[in-house]
């Protein structure tokens, strides 16, 4: 080896290494600057997604239509099914395969998610921990064929939660491809092993309650973005999915009641005549819930078991996904709901187990929230919004359903906790309606997209149903707790969902948290509601990505809003601006006496700021001058700063004589001004919010905007002139900032002014100017 190449070879190296590490002043100071351009953090806009936040002039999704038929066996808790799926390549793209998900593979024992499931032993453990780490449940799609619209077989493969279909020639771009599948699975107990659909069982009364989703294999989206989305569903990350057009068909036991996605499309062969005329009355009722079936023919109903069965059929058009609730035990009550030049009906399935909660508040709040969801970002499009009771605590969401959690005692009564906490999750499971239903983020990657925006809505529409409804989310100082925690258990809200440690607080809370900060504190209820809408009309029936949502909320509201993006979404610092220090001046007019009295005021701060110089004053008890009187002149007799004399006239008569009419008026006016020293301990910058306590009583908010802190993150300055005294200063008095530590947002103003000279403005010479400029030379080269 030739050792002098080698030797140079490896200087080299040092050499890259050593400048790729050191990073400049100037970009050491951009990195620290909250306000540069989120341009590394979000992709480039192009055709299909533009800077402003809309679809560009090339934007395309996919499509899939489905025709299922499932069948429900009640005895065996299973669901056979059969599906023909249509799926349209609107892409440029040839695609030689297609993907889809296997949802219910979650559940199978082999599950990447029970594998990698993990867990501690704590003394003592409960039973129902116990009762995980042993269940044998055997759940999981079992797929029997996969077939082209010939029947001829297609070769797949299933890659746990997913299923890759090999076609046998690439689908062209603008053309569509059918093929069928046929599968059952094994229906979850939700109360023993959990999970976003399954059954309940009543054991009081043997029956079961059917809440049933990812019911089929579904499609996968295919976007410019990600090519094909399948990333493994592990449990926190919920779905991404194409819309389409949907006929299922439903056969459970002929007693059972069914709702679901979509519009019932055979009542005559599924309803009796008195639940179809009641039903028909409801349409045209928008007061109170008319019942279809009502709590004694519902507890009659349940009293026995039918032998037979019916199917029920129902369409959906251009909706994303389809769930289903199916009982004997169901009460049902529906009303209809104006909402622009349309009425469609909000409806409760319910058991006698829900009542009297159920019947007073569901359809109510439900139709409720559909007006306020409306209001906020446009007209509810779906023909039909349910809310059916669940065993399990929460809900979960599907386009024109949700599953709601929430029942009374056994007795009937209930808390007003169980109250609000029905109404809230009815609200909140109906808003998913818009976020993701309509506006069809992909829930895998961005749970905030979907939750976040939802929790917010939900907290606007809570607060007009009731005043001081019991929010959990919204308000700012509900976030702080989370926010001051521990940051190495603190993600940023652009994490994804089953790589965070609390999807709740960050998804949820301090998503809707932050949307409410910019309406209320930042942007003001104009501006961001007129944004928020734009993004939601925009990005209806289309897939958007958090770039759109950042960029049309700019866009729309004609606000720069990238540092609260990268505090707020990108970072995981928390707010702690704090009231460091509060210093009040008056001017100096120059008045002869005004200036003894601030001579006399300095000569008192310098006694008490030298403590020492005190101490030595008491420490002697007799100085020469105060043995011998004869030692006193005329200015020991008269205080100098008391005696007046006619140069100081004379000089306070020239100075008057120099200023303008306008400036004497200054002088005159007798303002107050305090100097505000302001601090970001917590590294979120905010809009700094002062309220002003005055000696006289009255009171008054001062908003500075957040731009203040555009110089120096960390530190600041404000100078304001009152002409009343300012006796209190409070910071984020409303608590509107999120500010995390309130002890120092406090300042009393005491003691006396300080005061300063006023000097006639003069424009620096051509001389004066150039010295400065050496001096500054002269001090960089020291440095």
């Known amino acids: 080896m030739d050792t002098k190449r080698f030797l140079t070879g490896l200087i080299l190296i040092f050499c890259f290494l050593f400048l790729s590490s050191t990073i400049s002043p100037a970009q050491e100071k951009d990195e620290y600057n909250q306000f540069r351009q989120l341009y590394g953090k979000l992709p480039t806009p192009n055709a299909y997604r533009t800077a402003s936040g809309a679809s560009g002039p090339e934007y395309w999704q996919q499509r899939a239509d489905y025709d299922i038929s499932v069948e429900l066996d009640e005895e065996k808790q299973r669901i056979y099914g059969e599906e023909t799926i249509t799926y349209y390549n609107h892409s440029p793209k040839k695609l030689s395969y297609l993907w889809l998900q296997l949802d219910q593979n979650i559940r199978s024992p082999q599950s990447m998610s029970q594998k990698t499931a993990t867990g501690r032993i704590s003394d003592p453990v409960s039973f129902r921990h116990l009762k995980r780490l042993h269940r044998d449940f055997k759940g999981g799609f079992k797929i029997e064929y996969v077939k082209d619209s010939h029947g001829k077989d297609l070769p797949y493969e299933e890659v746990n939660t997913m299923m890759r279909v090999d076609l046998p020639r690439p689908l062209q771009p603008d053309s569509q491809y059918s093929f069928k599948i046929k599968y059952w699975y094994n229906i979850n107990d939700e109360s023993k092993i959990g999970g976003r659909s399954g059954f309940h069982y009543f054991e009081k009364d043997g029956n079961h309650l059917f809440a049933i989703a990812q019911f089929f294999p579904r499609m996968a989206v295919y976007n410019e973005r990600e090519g094909w989305q399948h990333k493994q569903f592990l449990g926190s990350g919920e779905f991404a999915l194409p819309f389409g057009n949907y006929q299922v ?77 199916s009982s004997r035990k169901f009460i049902w009550d529906a009303m209809a709901v104006e909402i622009g030049d349309k009425r469609p009906l909000a409806m409760s399935y319910y058991t006698k187990e829900g009542n009297p909660l159920w019947e007073k508040y569901s359809t109510k709040s439900l139709a409720h929230a559909m007006r306020v969801f409306s209001k906020f970002l446009f007209d509810y499009p779906y023909p039909e919004a349910i809310s059916v009771m669940t065993g399990r605590g929460g809900g979960m969401e599907y386009p024109m359903l949700a599953f709601n959690g929430g029942r009374t005692e056994k007795d009937g009564t209930y808390s007003q906790r169980t109250k609000y906490g029905l109404i809230g999750v009815i609200i909140h499971e109906f808003g998913h309606n818009y976020f993701p239903m309509i506006v069809n983020s992909d829930e895998r990657q961005w749970a905030w997209m979907d939750e976040g925006l939802n929790t917010f809505v939900e907290y606007l529409a809570e607060q007009e149903w009731e005043r001081d409804f019991p929010a959990r989310s919204g308000p700012a100082y509900t976030i702080t707790r989370y926010m001051k925690g521990d940051k190495s258990q603190i993600y940023p809200i652009m994490t994804a969902p089953d790589s965070d440690l609390h999807v709740g607080a960050n998804a949820y809370a301090k998503t809707a948290t932050g949307l409410n900060i910019l309406r209320e ?205 300012i006796r209190h200063i409070t910071l984020d008095p409303h608590l509107e900032t999120a500010d995390v530590d309130r002890s120092d947002n406090q300042w009393t103003v005491r003691g006396k002014p300080y005061y300063f000279k006023v000097k006639k403005y003069e424009r620096p010479s051509r001389k004066n100017l150039m010295q400065k400029l050496k001096e500054k030379k002269k001090k960089e080269k020291k440095k």
């Open 249 to 325: 068909k439903i056969t459970v036991p002929s007693d059972h009641i069914v709702g679901a996605t979509g519009v019932l499309q055979n009542p005559g062969e599924v309803l009796t005549p008195k639940q179809r005329e009641r039903l028909s009355q409801a349409r045209n009722e928008t007061e109170d819930p008319v019942l279809i079936v009502n709590q004694e023919e519902a507890v009659e109903n349940e009293k026995s078991k039918a032998d037979s069965q019916k199917t029920w059929v129902f369409k959906a058009e251009n909706v994303r996904d389809f769930a289903f609730a």
């Open 521 to 725: 504190t930042i942007l003001g209820r104009g501006l961001f509601d007129h944004a928020f809408k734009e993004y939601a009309q925009r990005w209806k029936f289309k897939h958007p990505t958090p770039a759109d949502f950042f960029r049309t909320m700019e866009d729309a509201s004609g606000v720069d809003l990238d540092w609260f993006w990268r505090g707020w979404f990108f970072g995981n610092d928390h707010v702690d601006l704090a009231l460091d220090k509060v210093k009040w001046y008056k001017i100096n007019t120059r008045e002869p006496e005004l200036a003894k009295y601030i001579e006399r005021l300095e000569e008192k701060r310098k006694e008490k700021k030298f403590i020492s110089n005190i101490r030595n004053k008491k420490a002697i008890e007799k100085t020469a001058v105060e043995k011998d009187k004869s030692l006193l002149d005329f200015y020991d007799k008269n205080d100098p700063l008391e005696v007046v004399t006619p140069q100081e006239k004379k000089q306070y008569k020239k100075y008057m004589e120099s200023l303008s009419q306008e400036e004497k008026e200054i002088l005159k006016a007798g303002y107050n001004y305090y100097e505000v020293s302001l601090s970001n301990k917590g590294g979120l910058i905010m809009p700094v919010i002062l309220k002003f306590e005055y000696a006289d009583g009255s009171e008054e908010v001062k908003r500075i905007p957040v731009e203040i802190w555009r110089r120096h993150n960390d530190h600041v300055k404000k100078v304001f002139a009152t002409k009343k005294k």
